[in-house]
């Protein structure tokens, strides 16, 4: 049976993801584990959160931490003794803070996008490490959600829908160029969905 063709557009957007996976193969071997990906699978995206993610995925946390230091500063103030001087608070509020940040950048670290010619991969967790992988042909639609909090930094979210339309069973989150990268996968499904 004759391989589909893809229009103009669509074949010159795949050479260049093709072509820009050979670069990726150095990056390959540092960012996936070990036998995840079969030897004549071709990789068209290999992405990472955007490193904003470890700041902007926390942000409701830090936001708590730094709220519950400013109260506990404040009763303090008011002679309320809290058996801690006040740089012993703003010392702790500052080692939650860091302490959260240090996870969020292990759970960064731990965290990569793949599309292939044959499927989409999404690895994440840094204790209990999660791979999510379905077929191309699973895949009914990615979407593109761009909140306003990630319009503001030019990042998207990319969810898929597999079992029904109807939710996202994962996502890609916080990308950079959120629109090329979309595009990029729904050639990559036009094309290889079959």
């Known amino acids: 049976m004759p391989e ?3 229009p103009p557009s669509d074949r010159r957007q795949l ?3 093709e072509g820009a996976a050979d670069t990726l193969s150095s990056r390959t071997a540092v960012m ?3 036998r995840l990906l079969d030897a004549d699978e071709v990789i068209v995206l290999l992405l990472k959160p955007s490193p904003l ?3 902007l995925m926390p942000m409701r946390s830090l936001i708590v931490i730094g709220l519950i230091v400013l109260l506990l500063g404040q009763l303090q103030a008011r002679g309320i003794n809290l058996g801690l001087s006040h740089a012993d608070l703003v010392l702790a509020g500052m080692g939650l803070i860091g302490a959260r940040l240090f996870w969020q950048v292990l759970e960064w670290l731990n965290q990569i996008y793949i599309l292939t010619d044959r499927r989409v991969v999404r690895v ?3 204790i ?3 791979v999510f992988e379905r077929p191309l042909a699973d895949i009914r639609r990615a979407d593109l959600l761009r909140p306003m909090i990630l319009r503001v930094f030019g990042l998207g979210t990319i969810g898929f ?3 029904s339309d109807r939710f996202h069973e994962a996502y ?3 990308i950079a160029g959120p629109q090329e990268v979309h595009e990029t996968l729904n050639v990559t499904l036009r094309r290889y969905r079959g």
Do not use: K
């Open 4 to 6: 589909p063709t893809a």
């Open 15 to 17: 050479a260049a993801a």
């Open 172 to 174: 890609w989150l916080m």
């Open 124 to 126: 994440r967790g840094v």
């Open 32 to 34: 996936l584990p070990a």
């Open 53 to 55: 993610y470890i700041v």
């Open 128 to 130: 209990n490490v999660r």
């Open 161 to 163: 829908a597999t079992v």
